[in-house]
Protein backbone atom coordinates (compact mmCIF):
# COMPACT_ATOMS: atom_id res chain seq x y z
CA UNK A 1 0.00 0.00 0.00
CA UNK A 2 1.55 3.52 -0.98
CA UNK A 3 1.51 5.94 1.54
CA UNK A 4 2.04 9.06 0.29
CA UNK A 5 2.55 12.05 3.25
CA UNK A 6 3.12 16.01 2.88
CA UNK A 7 5.11 18.48 5.28
CA UNK A 8 6.45 22.04 5.12
CA UNK A 9 3.06 24.24 4.40
CA UNK A 10 2.62 27.28 6.40
CA UNK A 11 2.28 31.37 5.91
CA UNK A 12 4.66 32.94 3.79
CA UNK A 13 4.22 36.93 2.70
CA UNK A 14 4.77 37.19 -1.10
CA UNK A 15 7.89 37.16 -2.31
CA UNK A 16 8.87 34.39 0.51
CA UNK A 17 9.90 30.57 -0.32
CA UNK A 18 8.54 27.10 1.05
CA UNK A 19 9.91 24.16 0.55
CA UNK A 20 7.39 21.05 0.79
CA UNK A 21 8.55 17.62 1.16
CA UNK A 22 6.33 14.22 0.10
CA UNK A 23 7.57 10.74 2.48
CA UNK A 24 6.78 8.17 0.36
CA UNK A 25 6.27 4.90 1.39
CA UNK A 26 4.73 1.01 1.21
CA UNK A 27 7.01 0.12 -2.47
CA UNK A 28 10.05 1.16 -4.30
CA UNK A 29 9.02 3.77 -6.87
CA UNK A 30 10.83 2.89 -10.02
CA UNK A 31 8.89 3.30 -12.95
CA UNK A 32 7.04 5.70 -11.11
CA UNK A 33 5.91 9.79 -11.91
CA UNK A 34 5.73 11.85 -8.52
CA UNK A 35 3.69 14.66 -9.04
CA UNK A 36 2.68 17.69 -6.87
CA UNK A 37 -1.03 19.33 -7.67
CA UNK A 38 -2.74 22.12 -5.78
CA UNK A 39 -6.24 22.98 -5.10
CA UNK A 40 -7.46 26.28 -3.89
CA UNK A 41 -10.76 27.41 -2.59
CA UNK A 42 -13.58 27.29 -5.55
CA UNK A 43 -11.65 26.09 -7.75
CA UNK A 44 -9.97 22.74 -9.27
CA UNK A 45 -7.13 21.00 -8.48
CA UNK A 46 -4.68 21.65 -10.70
CA UNK A 47 -1.12 19.52 -11.71
CA UNK A 48 2.13 21.76 -10.43
CA UNK A 49 5.36 19.58 -11.23
CA UNK A 50 6.02 16.22 -11.73
CA UNK A 51 9.04 13.88 -11.63
CA UNK A 52 10.17 10.55 -12.86
CA UNK A 53 11.09 8.73 -9.96
CA UNK A 54 14.12 6.98 -11.87
CA UNK A 55 15.29 8.87 -15.17
CA UNK A 56 14.58 12.28 -12.30
CA UNK A 57 13.26 14.10 -15.78
CA UNK A 58 10.80 17.43 -14.71
CA UNK A 59 8.12 19.12 -15.55
CA UNK A 60 6.57 21.79 -14.68
CA UNK A 61 3.11 23.55 -15.36
CA UNK A 62 3.31 27.22 -16.83
CA UNK A 63 2.08 29.37 -14.02
CA UNK A 64 4.99 28.12 -11.71
CA UNK A 65 8.19 27.90 -14.38
CA UNK A 66 10.69 29.36 -13.11
CA UNK A 67 10.07 29.43 -9.53
CA UNK A 68 9.35 26.14 -8.67
CA UNK A 69 12.06 22.92 -8.85
CA UNK A 70 10.93 19.77 -7.84
CA UNK A 71 13.29 16.80 -6.92
CA UNK A 72 12.96 13.70 -5.41
CA UNK A 73 15.81 11.96 -3.03
CA UNK A 74 15.65 7.96 -3.65
CA UNK A 75 17.81 6.88 -0.87
CA UNK A 76 15.27 8.83 1.51
CA UNK A 77 12.07 7.89 -0.74
CA UNK A 78 11.32 11.66 -0.49
CA UNK A 79 10.25 14.41 -3.35
CA UNK A 80 10.22 18.08 -2.40
CA UNK A 81 8.96 20.73 -4.28
CA UNK A 82 11.10 24.40 -3.79
CA UNK A 83 8.89 26.92 -4.32
CA UNK A 84 10.02 31.07 -4.76
CA UNK A 85 9.22 34.26 -5.13
CA UNK A 86 5.80 32.84 -4.54
CA UNK A 87 2.53 34.87 -4.97
CA UNK A 88 -0.83 34.98 -3.56
CA UNK A 89 -2.43 33.22 -6.17
CA UNK A 90 -0.52 30.06 -5.22
CA UNK A 91 -2.07 29.72 -1.92
CA UNK A 92 -4.15 26.53 -2.40
CA UNK A 93 -3.79 22.84 -0.24
CA UNK A 94 -0.93 21.00 -1.86
CA UNK A 95 -1.01 17.45 -2.94
CA UNK A 96 1.70 14.93 -3.53
CA UNK A 97 0.60 11.83 -5.63
CA UNK A 98 2.22 9.06 -7.55
CA UNK A 99 1.21 7.36 -10.88
CA UNK A 100 2.57 3.53 -11.27
CA UNK A 101 3.32 2.72 -15.15
CA UNK A 102 5.04 5.90 -17.01
CA UNK A 103 5.30 5.82 -20.50
CA UNK A 104 5.77 8.30 -23.25
CA UNK A 105 5.75 11.50 -23.79
CA UNK A 106 3.07 12.05 -21.39
CA UNK A 107 4.60 10.46 -18.83
CA UNK A 108 3.55 13.46 -16.06
CA UNK A 109 -0.01 13.60 -17.54
CA UNK A 110 -2.78 12.64 -15.31
CA UNK A 111 -4.46 10.49 -14.07
CA UNK A 112 -2.07 9.42 -10.93
CA UNK A 113 -2.93 6.32 -8.92
CA UNK A 114 -1.99 7.30 -5.12
CA UNK A 115 -2.53 10.85 -3.35
CA UNK A 116 -1.35 12.33 0.14
CA UNK A 117 -3.38 14.42 2.31
CA UNK A 118 -2.28 17.72 1.11
CA UNK A 119 -0.54 20.54 3.14
CA UNK A 120 -1.77 24.06 3.15
CA UNK A 121 0.27 26.91 1.76
CA UNK A 122 -0.95 30.75 2.49
CA UNK A 123 0.69 33.31 1.08
CA UNK A 124 -0.31 36.89 2.28
CA UNK A 125 0.01 39.94 0.19
Known amino acids: QVHLVESGGGLVQAGGSLRLSCAASGRTFGGYAMGWFRQAPGKEREFVAA????????YYADSVKGRVTISRDIAKNTVDLQMNSLKPEDTAVYYC??????????????????WGQGTQVTVSS
Open 51 to 58: ISWSAGRT
Open 97 to 114: AAKAHIIGSYWYYPPYDY
